[in-house]
T-cell receptor, first 116, second 112 residues
């Protein structure tokens, strides 16, 4: 497709379950970012990939969060043993060049995770 | 740490009214500044940007000027339309960084 695609759009998990969220960036985009957006808040940075290399994971809130982009295109964000505080919208974004210098990130519509 | 503060919403205006959404920032260094917009049911998209002091970003009738002396990047539009109803996010990035730092967002509602 022409834009960033995320799936599932909505996920309900019971506390303690593992979840996996998928992101298909725009083809050819070097950079891929994951953000977490709590209700009523702005997106907060989780992690950054340049091609297949995870160059920055400083925003991951705990070791229950894990992200990968093994072939430099599709990325998966995995959350193990989900907790209620993990409930949020998880946004994926991609950009053509390395980093965010131009600021032109293309965002998907997000995956809304609700942990019961 | 680096942060962005936006005026709280929602902001409700009548069509053709003048819009200002305030944004101030705190940063160690000289950031690039951005406004992103999220229309209902869509992903965030870049609206405009400014990369150095006194630069003015503009797009779709919206403008914002990078004011280093007041650490501000207020968004303005002279005449809003119903189609401008959305959530607006101010954001910054520093140097060769890998992350955008976003404000909390401001909901704009325009009534016909």
């Amino acid at each position: 497709g022409a834009g960033v695609s995320q799936s599932p759009r909505y996920k309900v998990a019971k506390r303690g379950q593992d979840v996996a969220l998928r992101c298909d960036p725009i083809s050819g985009h070097v950079s891929l970012f994951w953000y977490q957006q709590a209700l009523g808040q702005g997106p907060e940075f989780l992690t950054y990939f340049q091609n297949e290399a995870q160059l920055d994971k400083s925003g991951l809130p705990s070791d229950r969060f894990f992200a990968e982009r093994p072939e430099g295109s599709v990325s998966t964000l995995k959350i193990q043993r989900t907790q209620q505080e993990d409930s949020a919208v998880y946004l994926c974004a991609s950009s053509l060049l390395a980093g965010v210098n131009t600021g032109e990130l293309f965002f998907g519509e997000g995956s809304r995770l609700t942990v019961l | 740490g680096d942060s962005v503060t936006q005026m709280e919403g929602p902001v409700t205006l009548s069509e053709e009214a003048f819009l200002t959404i305030n944004c101030t920032y705190t940063a160690t260094g000289y950031p690039s500044l951005f406004w992103y917009v999220q229309y209902p049911g869509e992903g965030l998209q870049l609206l405009l940007k400014a990369t150095k002091a006194d630069d003015k970003g503009s797009n779709k009738g919206f403008e914002a000027t990078y004011r280093k002396e007041t650490t501000s990047f207020h968004l303005e539009k002279g005449s809003v339309q119903v189609s401008d109803s959305a959530v607006y996010f101010c954001a910054l990035t520093l140097g060769r960084g890998n992350k955008l730092v976003f404000g909390a967002g401001t909901i704009l509602r325009v009534k016909s």
